[in-house]
């Protein structure tokens, strides 16, 4: 079942992969704004370690250049041995490993004491020209490199004046001073792969905190499409749930869910007024083999059971059929329709079309009969009147009129069968109805000595005039020739029931067996030596042109099995017709 949303998911979702995108950037941008900041304070670090390593190696130079300088020599030579010294110096500071390159550049920018880590016997490395004159005109100057295959900071500044004097020593120009205006330029080179490597940690480290964020973030936002999807597929579910739930309770035709012991495990309401279950009575938790159903009760388990059963007067169809819930769990599902319309309908066909052959064959014999039949009423008058004193003459006379009126009213009734009257049915008294029954059989009732009793729990009846008397009439003369002699009752009680009014006439005669019961409606069919089988055919035929029923049972207040009542319901009037 395929359901309508009330509600669109997508902007939750929209505003979900919107927040995971913030989420995103934000952290790649503070990501690579403190990767940043991280390598301009390696950078800051190595500079402030390069500028003290420079102060120091600087005063050094100096303190080394005055405690070897002799008493008196006013500065005008440098010793010989301070140039060798510087190198040791240079060479130790080298040997430690933090600092790749130590040079000592003249005025000139050519080296005066380069020492560097050789490892390979490559040649010495060159700083970049440009490097002086930026220590020239800033003082001093750094720019990252790569020294020997190592990556490193140069670090350059103006060397103390009194270094200017180891300008020329090289060359032994004793006693030289070169001009004031000359500087000298002390360059280190100082590692950095040691910072490198400790930024590349945090850089890995930022990237992978950044990276499970991410990854969070997108969890997160999996887990809130997944959370939306879940509680939207919980709400179609609910809905669906509903939406069969209110079909099922609904739905004309009745369900029942059945253990494999026959206990009803479900029911909807239609189910309870098709087995005329109460409203307080459930039919949870009851046995199937309670109700009537003798054919129905050993069906095999399983199979699918199609059955039509009567039960309060309906006609019900049952259609049985096995379900599994799960491999081990066996049920029985039952569907209930009611086909009474659906019976009455077919019933109504068939005695139609029966009508329809006696009606046909009526109409061609009934001129064939009557025309030939006034003729002999006539004669048959005529010899009654002459032969009225003359015995036995009169009295066969008198048989033959009596004959050719009950063949007259075989022929009539006939007719009636094959095409009934229209009825106009209207607001009828029964106290009325009842007078002129009384008025029309009293003679008959005085003479077979049988009381006719009335008992109208309702005043008013929406029926044919001529069709109600003619149905009352045709019972009642059934009713009195089953009675007793001087010992008759007849009984017309009428009742209101929820749709309309049931009339019964009963009496204390033999009664009827239910193989007679089960044809006594259809044409033709009689028990009596000198019935014709039409009465009830005719009243059948009237009460469904009044769109109601005839039943035919026992009295029910009789302690005997003796006696029959034959109860007919009359339809209320439908609003359209008030």
Not at 174 to 193: D, I, V
Request: glycine letters at 8%; one cysteine or more; a negative charge.
């Amino acid at each position: 079942m395929e359901l309508s949303s009330k509600k669109s998911q997508k902007l939750p979702l929209a505003l979900a992969l919107l927040a995971l995108i913030l989420l995103g950037a934000g952290s790649l941008y503070l990501t690579w704004h403190n990767l940043r900041q991280m390598h301009q304070t390696v950078f800051e670090h190595m500079l402030l370690s390069a500028r003290s390593i420079a102060r120091g190696l600087d005063i050094q130079l100096v303190e080394g250049a005055r405690r070897m300088r002799p008493p008196g020599m006013h500065n005008r030579r440098m010793p010989d041995r301070l140039m060798p010294e510087a190198r040791e110096l240079f060479q130790e500071m080298v040997a430690e490993g933090d600092l790749l390159y130590i040079a000592l550049y003249g005025p000139d920018y050519k080296p005066m004491l380069v020492v560097e880590q050789n490892v390979d016997n490559s040649p010495i490395y060159t700083p970049p020209s440009s490097l002086f004159s930026m220590i020239t005109k800033m003082r001093e100057s750094s720019t990252p490199v790569m020294i020997k295959g190592k990556a490193a900071l140069l670090y350059g500044t103006v060397g103390q004046p009194i270094l200017q004097r180891l300008y020329g020593h090289n060359k032994h120009q004793r006693g030289f001073m070169p001009p004031q205006e000359k500087e000298t330029y002390l360059l280190l080179g100082l590692s950095a792969e040691k910072h490198l490597r400790q930024f590349n940690q945090y850089r890995r480290a930022a990237l992978l905190q950044t990276g499970y964020i991410f990854l969070a973030g997108l969890v997160l936002w999996l887990l809130a499409v997944a959370y939306f999807q879940r509680r939207e597929e919980g709400k179609k579910l609910t809905r669906l749930e509903r939406f069969q739930a209110n079909l099922l309770d609904n739905m004309p035709d009745g369900l029942l869910t059945l253990s494999p012991q026959g206990a009803i495990l479900a029911a909807n309401g239609s189910a309870h007024a098709l087995l005329q279950s109460s409203a307080n009575e459930a039919l949870v938790g009851k046995n199937w083999n309670e109700f009537s159903y003798e054919s129905l009760q050993d069906f095999k388990r399983g199979e699918v059971v199609w059955e039509h059963v009567r039960l309060g007067g309906k006609n019900l169809e049952l259609i049985l059929f096995p379900y599994f819930e799960s491999r081990e769990e066996k049920r029985t599902m039952i569907i209930i329709r009611d086909r009474t319309d659906i019976a009455g309908l077919e019933e109504d066909l068939y005695e139609a079309r029966r009508l329809a052959s006696i009606g046909s064959l009526a109409a061609g014999v009934a001129h064939e009969i009557r025309n030939p039949l006034s003729s002999l009423r006539g004669f048959a008058q005529l010899f009654a009147d002459k032969f009225k004193e003359e015995q036995p003459y009169g009295t066969y006379a008198t048989t033959m009129l009596t004959e050719a009126d009950r063949l007259n009213r075989v022929v009539t009734d006939l007719l009636y069968l094959s095409k009934p009257h229209e009825l106009a049915p209207e607001i009828l008294n029964l106290h009325e109805i009842c007078d002129s029954m009384q008025t029309l059989m009293g003679f008959d009732l005085e003479h077979k000595g049988t009381i006719l009793h009335t008992e109208l729990n309702t005043a008013e009846v929406y029926a044919d005039p001529d069709g109600i008397r003619q149905v009352l009439l045709n019972l009642l003369v059934n009713s009195l020739d089953a009675v007793p002699e001087k010992d008759g009752h007849i009984s017309i009680t009428a009742v209101t029931a929820e749709h309309g009014v049931w009339i019964s006439v009963c009496d204390n005669g033999s009664g009827m067996p239910e193989d007679i019961r089960k044809h006594a409606l259809e044409p033709f069919f009689t028990d009596k030596p000198k019935g014709t089988g039409l009465g009830l055919a005719i009243v059948n035929t009237i009460m469904r042109g009044h769109n109601g029923r005839v039943t035919i049972t026992a009295p029910e207040d009789s302690e005997s099995p003796t006696g029959t009542c034959v109860k007919l319901f009359f339809p209320a009037m439908r609003n359209e017709e008030n």
